[in-house]
């Protein structure tokens, strides 16, 4: 299972030029998290600090108990063994195989003979598609494979923790829907927590089940996927939509009377006025939240579904009115039978499946219908 990773009022400067200041948030274990924001606003930096790459000026990075920020070199070392992290291009060595790419972090910071080396990489090698290429080289294969073979090695030592760094950038669409299918496939088998930053909207809208967004050196919202698909934060609700009217500019932020003059004008172009806000491309469930991707069908349901389900709804009542209703609905269309408060009046049945007894066939009934 994944671990907690807790941040408090973390903030990080290269000089005098802040990148982001004071951002507070908590990465369930186990779930899925993405972090938004336009180019430039720190995500990588963002990583890098998580990973202990980077020193933060103030605040605090908390696993099993050890702060990142203040703990003894001993300490980083071995914390930073829980993490796997798949770099923008792969970062694989050119001048190795496949193979011995992924192979490196078990010969680096390991003891395991060469078979029991050998059985682990061919694993990985399963896991992400890749059997039969481990003697290829990295300027052999396709963008996506490297994508891959990286996400291969960043597996390799079973980490708790997976950081994805723009996985998605330089893949066409086609690519990118299965390397997203991948990452859920990958969660219901580890049960790590994920940490993705990307830029794709169809990533963030339906792969994570937390959502945060980056921008103007601060945090301006992290959440439940439901809260901020739902937001009706301004810059939240450009980018998720990817509109130009809204603070984010071309190259940096928007002043506010730039923003008011954009948003008359849209108002003013013969009726045509800005969507109310929350109401993006529309769910199968009628909502701004369309249906968050399942695990293949044949894979396990992923652990943290549950666990994130009974999370959310103890702190249900504190969530703003469109995204309980975005909450009641995905528990109605996909979960019905999980939990007995949102199950239809036939699920009521004496025959009917006990509360957590979803089944990972039931999962794949769900998947297909979708992909229908």
Request: proline share 6%; with cysteine.
């Given at each position: 299972?994944?671990v907690?990773v ?5 903030t990080?400067s290269f000089g005098?030029?802040v ?9 369930p274990?186990?779930e899925?998290?993405v ?10 930096v963002?990583?890098k ?8 000026d103030?605040?605090?990075i ?5 702060d990142l920020a203040r703990?003894?070199?001993h300490?980083l070392y071995?914390?930073?063994k829980l993490f796997?992290?798949?770099?923008q291009?792969g970062?694989l060595?050119?001048s190795m195989?496949l193979f011995?790419n ?20 061919n694993?990985k ?10 003697k ?6 396709s963008?996506?494979?490297r ?14 923790i997976?950081?994805?760094d ?5 893949l066409?669409?086609?690519r990118?829907?299965?390397?997203n299918?991948l990452?859920?496939?990958l969660?219901?088998q580890?049960?790590s927590t ?8 169809g990533t ?6 937390n959502?945060g ?7 301006v919202?992290f959440?439940t996927r439901?809260v901020?698909l739902?937001?009706d ?5 450009q980018?998720?939509?990817g ?13 506010a ?5 954009e948003?008359?004008?849209l108002?003013?172009?013969?009726g045509?006025?800005?969507?109310a806000?929350g109401?993006?491309?529309k ?6 939240v ?10 396990p ?20 009115e469109k995204?309980q209703?975005a909450v009641k609905?995905a528990l109605?269309d ?5 939990l ?14 006990a ?9 794949a009934a769900e ?5 229908e």
């Amino acid at each position: 299972m994944g671990v907690e990773v807790a941040v408090q009022g973390l903030t990080k400067s290269f000089g005098k030029q802040v990148i982001w200041g004071d951002v507070t948030l908590t990465l369930p274990p186990g779930e899925i998290s993405v972090m938004l924001g336009p180019s430039g606003t720190g995500k990588s930096v963002f990583l890098k600090t998580l990973v202990g790459l980077l020193k933060p000026d103030r605040g605090s990075i908390v696993i099993k108990d050890v702060d990142l920020a203040r703990c003894s070199e001993h300490q980083l070392y071995e914390t930073r063994k829980l993490f796997g992290v798949l770099f923008q291009d792969g970062a694989l060595f050119g001048s190795m195989n496949l193979f011995d790419n992924i192979a490196f972090p078990l010969r680096e910071h390991t003891r395991k003979s060469e078979s029991e080396i050998r059985q682990i990489v061919n694993e990985k090698l399963e896991m992400v598609g890749l059997t039969g290429t481990e003697k290829k080289l990295p300027g052999e294969i396709s963008g996506g494979m490297r994508k891959r073979a990286g996400l291969a090695r960043a597996l390799v030592l079973d980490p708790e923790i997976i950081l994805f760094d723009e996985p998605d950038s330089g893949l066409d669409p086609v690519r990118v829907a299965y390397l997203n299918q991948l990452i859920v496939d990958l969660n219901a088998q580890t049960d790590s927590t994920f940490l993705i930053v990307t830029h794709d909207i169809g990533t963030a809208r339906t792969v994570p089940d937390n959502l945060g967004l980056l921008f103007r050196r601060e945090l301006v919202m992290f959440g439940t996927r439901e809260v901020l698909l739902t937001s009706d934060e301004a810059v939240v609700e450009q980018f998720l939509n990817g509109r130009r009217e809204g603070p984010i500019g071309m190259s940096e932020e928007k002043d506010a009377s730039q923003v008011a003059a954009e948003l008359a004008a849209l108002g003013d172009r013969g009726g045509v006025s800005a969507p109310a806000p929350g109401t993006g491309p529309k769910g199968a469930s009628g909502t701004g939240v369309p249906p968050q991707l399942l695990p293949s069908p044949g894979l396990p349901e992923r652990k943290a579904a549950g666990r994130r389900q009974d999370r959310v709804l103890a702190m249900l009542h504190t969530l703003p009115e469109k995204a309980q209703e975005a909450v009641k609905r995905a528990l109605d269309d996909e979960h019905r039978s999980r939990l007995p408060d949102y199950r239809s009046p036939e699920s009521q049945s004496p025959d009917s499946q006990a509360p957590g007894s979803h089944s990972a066939g039931s999962e794949a009934a769900e998947y297909e219908s979708v992909a229908e």
